[in-house]
């Protein structure tokens, strides 16, 4: 690579993690063409970008971003998974580890926070943002239902004895 295509590689990654909500550094020790071309598509349907570039590069490319200081990952073959939703790197990431055993998360970032292995794996089995708006409108819907029954039950109960009162003095 020249030094202008090196320098417009840094200036592209750069641009990248610092919209990125979250960055995944990976292990790539011998994942075929196809096993790559099918994480590249998972990650792309899901929002994300996936990137083979050189350890010195990247780093060069963190380090005048807002991202924390995850330069130590940066060792031997590694793949960087970002996307601007932060669930959306970890879970892609952690899902096609889980596939294959050539991939290994080996840490990341959310934001100024830096992450181990585990801490990606944490945050793939968190809820999507979709999710935890379908749940919280369940929970807040869920008191009113119930208030709505509560309301009504003194109503219905008042009716059954009148009409109780009146089938028994109808009978007399």
Do not use: H, W
């Amino acid at each position: 690579m020249e030094r202008a295509e090196k320098r417009e590689l840094v200036s592209s990654l750069q641009a990248a993690f610092a919209g990125a909500g979250s960055i995944v550094v990976a292990r790539n020790t011998g994942l075929t063409v196809a096993d790559m071309e099918t994480l590249r598509v998972q990650m792309k349907q899901a929002g994300g970008q996936v990137k083979v570039a050189k350890n010195r590069l990247a780093k060069l490319a963190l380090k005048d971003t807002d991202n924390a200081d995850i330069s130590a990952l940066f060792t031997g073959p590694t793949v960087v998974a970002f996307a601007k939703d932060p669930m959306t790197a970890p879970k892609i990431a952690a899902a096609f580890a889980d596939k294959n055993q050539k991939f290994v998360v080996l840490g990341g970032a959310m934001g100024k926070t830096g992450l181990d292995a585990n801490n990606v794996k944490a945050l793939a089995t968190l809820p999507s943002l979709d999710q935890l708006r379908a749940t919280l409108a369940g929970l807040l819907k869920q008191p009113a239902t119930r208030i709505a029954s509560v309301v009504q039950a003194p109503g219905g109960q008042i009716a059954r004895v009148l009409a109780a009162y009146a089938d028994k003095s109808n009978a007399a």
